[in-house]
C-alpha cells in the first residue's frame, strides 16, 4: 500500500505563512506528478497546485496562484507547498495526493491523511 | 474552469439497495472522470477511473459510465460499509475540478 504523509500544518494569522510537506518512503516522486488537494471544513474537495514528474511543469488554481509555491526535494522524496499570505478561506485539511495517467489528464490514485491549515486571528 | 455537478447531494438508502449517483459538467470531459469514496475524518479513496475503469481492489458492485458532460457512479447493491460520502472529479486539463460530493446515508 503506497503511503504519503503530510506535515507542517497548524494556526497562522491571516497574512502569515506556512509551508506543507509531503512524504514517501514507498515509491520515487520523481516518477509521478504530484498533486495538493484541499477540502474547507464541511466543503467540497479543491484542487490547488500540481508539479510534474520531471519538476518541469507547474500549476496553481487560481485562488492560489501567487501566493502559493510547490517544489520537491528529490534526494528526500518529499513535496512541499508554500503558502504565504495566508487568508481565513485557506483553511482547509490539505492533502497530498499522487497523479496517475499523462498530464494533463491526471487522477489522484493515493493520498496522504491530510493536514490542517487554519488561518484566524 | 470546468464545474461539476452532483446530484443528489444526499441520499438515504437502505443495505442491498441499488444506488445511482449523477454527475454532470459544464462542458465536455470526455472519459476523463473518476469518483471517489470519503468517510468522515479520511481522505478521498479512488474507486474509478476514466469513466467506467474500476481501481484494482474496489469491490465490483461499483461501476460508472458516461461520458462527454452527463456520468454516473452505480452501486449494485449497498453495504454497511459504502455509507459515505461520493465525489467525482474531472481531469480533462492542467484545472481539474470536483463536483460538490453526495452523502450516502443510512434510512
Known amino acids: 500500500q503506497e503511503q504519503l504523509v503530510e506535515s507542517g500544518g497548524g494556526v497562522v494569522q491571516p497574512g502569515g505563512s506556512l509551508r506543507l510537506s509531503c512524504a514517501t518512503s514507498r515509491f520515487t516522486i520523481s516518477k509521478f506528478g504530484m498533486n495538493w488537494v484541499r477540502q474547507a471544513p464541511g466543503k467540497g474537495l479543491e484542487w490547488v497546485a500540481f508539479i510534474e514528474y520531471d519538476g518541469r511543469k507547474i500549476q496553481y488554481a487560481d485562488s492560489v496562484k501567487g501566493r502559493f509555491t510547490v517544489s520537491r526535494d528529490t534526494s528526500k522524496n518529499i513535496v512541499y507547498v508554500q503558502m504565504n499570505s495566508l487568508r481565513p478561506d485557506d483553511t482547509a485539511v490539505y492533502y497530498c495526493a499522487r497523479g496517475r495517467g499523462d498530464p494533463p489528464q491526471q487522477f489522484f490514485d493515493y493520498w496522504g491523511q491530510g493536514t490542517l491549515v487554519t488561518v484566524s486571528s | 474552469d470546468i464545474q461539476m455537478s452532483q446530484s443528489p447531494s444526499s441520499l438515504s438508502a437502505s443495505v442491498g439497495d441499488r444506488v445511482t449517483i449523477t454527475c454532470r459538467a459544464s462542458?465536455?470531459?470526455?472519459?476523463?472522470l473518476a469518483w471517489y469514496q470519503q468517510k468522515p475524518g479520511k481522505a478521498p479513496n479512488l474507486l474509478i477511473y476514466?469513466?467506467?475503469s474500476l481501481q484494482s481492489g474496489v469491490p465490483s458492485r461499483f461501476s460508472g459510465s458516461g461520458s462527454g458532460t452527463e456520468f454516473t457512479l452505480t452501486i449494485s447493491s449497498l453495504q454497511p460499509d459504502d455509507f459515505a460520502t461520493y465525489h467525482c472529479?474531472?481531469?480533462?486539463?492542467?484545472?481539474?475540478?470536483f463536483g460538490q460530493g453526495t452523502k450516502v446515508e443510512i434510512k
Open positions: 462542458q465536455s470531459v470526455g472519459a476523463w
Open positions: 472529479q474531472q481531469y480533462n486539463s492542467y484545472s481539474p475540478t
Open positions: 476514466k469513466a467506467s
